[in-house]
């Protein structure tokens, strides 16, 4: 196997790990404490973790061999699960049923902190798509990345699931630590030539520090890099509303297990859109084929809720997997393409962070709103007089309102960014920027395919 498909399998091991830890203590702490609200809680730390820490996680990438900064990855998810595992053998009797105690948040922490550690490789992988993946081939690797992806999501649903109905966490613990340890050992054999030279003893180094500034700097040097980053931050915040209402209006429509089957058979739709991807890449202009996406998708959301029905929920739910491959990699390459790569970790890094920034807000913000007003507007109130006629009434029709409503809000505003100065100037720096191999280190060319 060539270094890129044996990183890109490494990568899909330690991705299933930390995702399985991460499901597995949502579903955990619900059996404990019955507690909606701690579970809640668990996924806004986790945007917020990973907003915050990639600023950090970007510098650590570009600073380094990216090898090492995987391989950093590892360890430090390893330690914080022994850590998570050591408080789970001490547990004081029912400590773990108090959904407001210290001692089941610290573990939880020490879990979540496992779990964010593993964000280093999601920026460290498309930096290594740039080194050892020739320039007409990336958008290719790019896509075989997202079918990693939804792998991982396949069989994490399925995974987690059966884990801790079985073991608990204690089942779950060990088996990241072992999957831990397993991508470590097979990392560290494979041999990756990252083109890095040893410093001129005539040149200054550059400062190994964040950088925040510096960053900003390279990403507002190329026209519409600031636009894009900002376009995928606004879909991240209406993308909050599927992760606070999703699974509610599911489990409204069909019983849970059946909904957890649906997402399980659904997330193949990740899959099959990343071996396209792979096959086809993304066309000449791939910022055009994320602003396509997103009026598809988009339109899509004004009218999968329209009515309550399970079928057209999951139609809708497959078109959203199958495209979302589309649109990250289709980010990933033009970045890969327009910034330098010294520079490409911590320019990922604060994409990451400004654009997880966003869904933590509207997922907090938009439950409240939405049990509080815009499901009595739609129960008994002016909305259901209106228009429920035909739309529905009651508690669901309230949700799905709100699916629509985004929906409409993300087309228009998908549609404004096509007709933008902003995608002009990006999709012209895109075409200009000629790829320089002696700058990016002269590494080993691959093809994905």
Request: hydrophobic letters at 55%; glycine letters at 10%; a negative charge.
């Amino acid at each position: 196997m060539k270094p890129f498909h044996q990183i890109l399998a490494n990568n899909l091991v330690a991705n299933i790990t930390n995702f399985t830890v991460w499901f597995a203590i949502t579903f955990w702490v619900f059996l404990e404490t019955k507690s909606v609200f701690a579970t809640g809680m668990i996924a806004g730390f986790y945007l917020v973790f990973t907003a915050g820490f990639g600023f950090w996680f970007g510098s650590i990438v570009d600073h380094n061999a990216k090898k090492h900064a995987m391989l950093a990855s590892s360890v430090a998810s390893a330690l914080f699960y022994v850590l998570a595992l050591g408080m789970m053998l001490a547990e004081p009797e029912g400590a773990f049923r108090d959904p407001y105690g210290w001692y089941l948040w610290g573990f939880v922490l020490l879990i979540m902190l496992g779990v964010i550690a593993g964000n280093i490789r999601s920026i460290a992988l498309p930096t290594l798509v740039t080194i050892l993946i020739a320039e007409d081939e990336r958008d290719k690797a790019n896509g075989l990345v997202g079918m990693v992806t939804g792998i991982g999501f396949l069989t994490t649903s399925v995974i987690s699931g059966f884990l801790v109905a079985y073991t608990g966490m204690f089942g779950v613990m060990v088996l990241a630590l072992a999957a831990t340890g397993f991508v470590f050992l097979h990392l560290a054999l494979v041999q990756i030539d990252e083109g890095r030279v040893a410093p001129d003893p005539e040149v200054p180094l550059e400062p190994k520090r964040v950088d925040i500034a510096g960053t900003i700097r390279v990403v507002a040097a190329v026209p519409g890099l600031f636009a894009l980053i900002f376009f995928a931050c606004f879909n991240n915040f209406l993308g909050g509303i599927f992760m606070a209402l999703l699974d509610a209006y599911g489990l409204s429509l069909v019983p849970v297990e059946i909904w957890g089957l649906t997402f399980g058979v659904l997330s193949t739709a990740f899959i099959l859109s990343g071996i396209i991807i792979s096959k086809t890449g993304l066309g000449k202009n791939p910022l055009r084929t994320l602003l396509l996406v997103n009026v598809i998708t988009w339109s899509v959301c004004c009218v999968f809720t329209i009515q309550s029905s399970f079928w057209l929920l999951a139609a809708g739910c497959f078109v959203w997997m199958f495209l979302a491959p589309y649109a990250e990699a289709a980010e990933h390459t033009t970045l890969q393409k327009v910034v330098p790569l010294e520079r490409q970790g911590r320019v990922f890094g604060f994409a990451q962070s400004v654009e997880q920034s966003a869904s933590p807000l509207t997922a907090f913000l938009i439950g409240p709103f939405t049990q509080f007003a815009v499901i009595p507007f739609m129960t008994d109130g002016t909305g259901a007089q209106m228009i429920g006629g035909w739309f529905g009434t009651g508690p669901d029709r309230g949700m799905a309102l709100v699916f629509s409503v985004a929906g409409l809000i993300g087309l228009l505003a998908t549609i404004l960014a096509f007709n933008s100065r902003y995608y002009r100037d990006l999709s012209a720096a895109y075409a200009r920027n000629k790829d320089d191999d002696g700058e990016s280190g002269g590494a080993e060319v691959a093809s994905p395919a």
